[in-house]
């Protein structure tokens, strides 16, 4: 396990208790090198760690005692001064050497942590992209393996979006794709996910969710969704493919292209429908 993964699985109180230790002891050796040698440099090591995995205040506190431990072991170390105020002086621009670095480590940290999102996130929608939405799938069906509980993946287009764009503009194409999202969020629990794969089309996933539970849960979805189309007028409908995954599929891959297989076959029969299928065994069930 590398540290950084180890250190976040750590408690705050463990990280804040292995911080303050390290400043203890870098005050000791800074201490017993004596005054000669400069030492303050070090003291970063604690507040960084704190500041990256704790958070920017607990980092402020770790500044505040790294410079009153540094101000200990110089005078007693025998530190002698021209004026007695100078001490104290270097212990001020020190503490404010490290809440600058404070600061700049959790903006660091902070517009990484926005980057990161960036890229996981729909821009329009707010939900998962594809590649966010990859990511937990692999982490479900590993879950799903691990403990032999089913889970189903839905996979969902818009009929006639493309005649939206092309009468009402592409503002109220992204409108309607905003309210698809926010419709599907509002109708699903909190463990579920609603992710958009590309331009009109979207994956749900169920976990724990057998056939019975999903098809009740796909069946709300659609309804939802055919009021809020209704309610707006647009002329959309949802073609759906379902699977219930019982025997776990091999890869993410293979269970999106699963669904998505489903989803076409209801676009090549008329659209406006739900066709969900029982992964791992040989009767097919559909509506």
Same mark, same amino acid.
């Given at each position: ?7 976040? %699985? ?15 002891s ?8 004596? $005054? ?8 970063? !090591? $604690? ?20 410079a009153?431990?540094w ?8 530190h002698?001064?021209s004026h ?10 020190r !503490? ?7 600061l700049?480590?959790?903006?660091? %940290? ?8 960036l890229?996981?996130?729909? $821009? ?21 393996d ?12 818009l009929d ?65 969704l ?15 493919g ?6 776990i599929a ?13 989803m ?6 008329? %659209?406006?429908?739900? %066709? ?6 040989i ?5």
């Open positions: 396990m590398k540290p950084q993964q180890y250190l976040y %699985k750590q408690t705050k109180s463990f990280l804040i208790t292995l911080g303050l230790m390290l400043v203890v870098l005050g000791l050796i800074d201490y017993l090198t004596g $005054p000669e040698i400069a030492f303050s440099i070090f003291y970063l !090591f $604690p507040i960084l760690l704190v500041t990256w995995f704790v958070g920017r205040s607990v980092g402020i506190v770790i500044s505040i005692v790294s009153v431990v101000l200990l072991a110089d005078l007693l170390a025998g002698i001064y007695q105020i100078i001490p104290y002086w270097n212990m001020s621009m !503490f404010g050497f490290f809440c600058i670095t404070v700049i480590m959790s903006k660091l %940290k902070y517009s990484l942590e926005q980057e990161r999102n890229a996981r996130t729909d $821009p329009l929608t707010q939900v998962p992209n594809s590649r966010h939405f990859m990511e937990l799938a692999n982490i479900e069906i590993n879950r799903a691990r403990y032999r509980h089913p889970f189903t993946l839905a996979y969902l287009d006639n979006f493309k005649s939206v764009n092309d009468h009402f503009g592409h503002s109220v194409g992204d409108t309607l794709l905003l309210s698809v999202a926010d419709t599907i969020k509002k109708s699903i629990r909190v463990v579920d996910i609603v992710a958009r794969l590309a331009g009109d089309e979207f994956a749900i996933l169920l976990p724990e969710t057998g056939f019975e539970s999903a098809r009740l849960a796909v069946q709300r979805i659609q309804e939802n055919l009021v809020c189309m209704r309610k707006n007028e647009w002329p959309v409908t949802f073609s759906i379902v699977v219930t995954f019982v025997k091999s890869t993410v891959d293979e269970a999106i292209r699963t669904a998505d297989t489903l076409y076959s209801v676009k090549n029969g008329g %659209k406006n429908g739900i %066709k969900h299928e029982i992964f791992g065994e009767s097919r069930k559909g509506e």
